[in-house]
């Protein structure tokens, strides 16, 4: 019983390699979207207006889908876990307090915190409240 996945010491980094989020914005954005289907309408849509990815300016339209989302979320059990799941993988992309600055904490921070501190609804920051990296991220727009 001490071993159900069969798995060596030595292939536990490539499994953790495959489950992290990626540190680049392509491979991020690719990686988010696989993880969250209602994203990807909103990438193809991008790709669509703009020819090209332009992670910055998607990011807002995915703060803006988070944003449907919380407001959705009190009558829709769907939205909240949605939203939940999306937040979960935000979180972590924003890098510990110290910790260098790179491209995907750049895209996260400045381009979803940044955007859904204006939300004049409230229900999308009172969920970023919720998680540690995002509650920072938030704190200088309060």
Same mark, same amino acid.
């Given at each position: 019983m001490g071993q159900c996945s069969g798995m060596t010491p030595e292939q536990i980094p490539i499994l953790r390699q495959v489950? #992290?989020?990626?540190?680049?914005?392509? *491979?991020?954005?690719?990686w988010l979207v696989a993880r969250h289907p209602g994203l990807t309408q909103i990438l193809e849509e991008h790709l669509t207006d703009y020819? *090209?990815?332009?992670?910055?300016?998607?990011?807002?339209?995915?703060?803006?889908?988070?944003a449907d989302l919380a407001?959705?979320?009190?009558?829709?059990?769907?939205?909240?876990?949605?939203?939940?799941?999306?937040? *979960?993988?935000?979180d972590p992309a924003i890098l510990p #307090?110290?910790?260098d600055d790179d491209p995907v904490n750049n895209l996260v921070w400045a381009s979803f915190v940044e955007n859904a501190s204006t939300d004049a609804d409230e229900?999308?920051?009172?969920?970023?409240?919720?998680?540690?990296n995002l509650?920072?991220?938030?704190?200088?727009? #309060?």
């Open positions: 489950t #992290e989020a990626p540190r680049t914005q392509r *491979e991020f954005v690719d020819d *090209e990815l332009l992670s910055h300016v998607l990011f807002g339209d995915v703060t803006r889908h988070a407001r959705r979320a009190p009558e829709e059990p769907g939205a909240d876990a949605e939203l939940l799941r999306l937040l *979960e993988d935000l #307090e110290g910790e229900p999308l920051r009172t969920r970023l409240r919720s998680f540690p509650a920072r991220a938030l704190s200088p727009y #309060e």
